[in-house]
């Protein structure tokens, strides 16, 4: 005899369970190859995403200290993507992989709005979405999420700062002469 108790709709069986496990890994390999095909760094370099990516975390960082003028602004973002790029060059491979995972979830439009909240790409979002999103992540809930933070501000202001061209625009006028 068959117990109908056990029949119980809320009652979870094996078979849901396959399904359900199934369909998270389809999902969850999906987003991966999203971010693995959307990658930050491909090579050494930035890939056209990555590029996005930390220009727009540059003008969300360290905008106030940017030039108002839009040619200045833009020569500038430049060579701080480039300086990035060296920056990025000097670190250990594993952390080269680690940091491009990172740009690539926030260069993925699924993956960005779960982390950011923003729905538009880097380079077609204002300066207050931008703002906004950063503040999302730096004050999610999640610690991986705040965690994500951390580490795009780190790299962000660690090139952004190590660069002495830089250095006028935040008032610092370089070391004293001894």
């Known amino acids: 005899m068959v117990d109908r108790a056990i029949d119980h709709p809320l009652t979870p069986k094996r078979r849901w369970f396959l399904k359900t496990a199934l369909a998270i890994g389809a999902i969850g390999a999906s987003l991966g190859g999203l971010v693995y095909w959307q990658r930050g760094i491909s090579d050494g370099k930035l890939t056209n995403s990555g590029r996005d990516v930390m220009r727009g975390l540059a003008i969300g960082i360290v905008g106030p200290m ?36 990172i740009l690539g979830l926030l260069g993925n439009l699924a993956t960005r709005k779960m982390l950011t909240g923003l729905g538009s790409s880097w380079g077609e979002a204002t300066e207050a979405d931008i703002a906004a999103a950063i503040e999302t992540m730096r004050m999610n809930p999640l610690p991986t999420t705040r965690l994500t933070y951390q580490v795009v501000r780190g790299v962000t202001c660690m090139a952004f700062f190590s660069n002495s061209d830089h250095w006028k625009l935040t008032g610092y006028p370089g070391p004293i002469a001894l």
Not at 86 to 101: D, E, M, R, T
């Open 66 to 101: 940017l030039p108002k003028d839009t040619a200045e602004r833009d020569a500038i973002l430049e060579g701080h993507l480039a300086h990035v790029e060296v920056f990025l060059s000097g670190l250990p491979n594993v952390l080269q992989v680690q940091i491009g995972a």
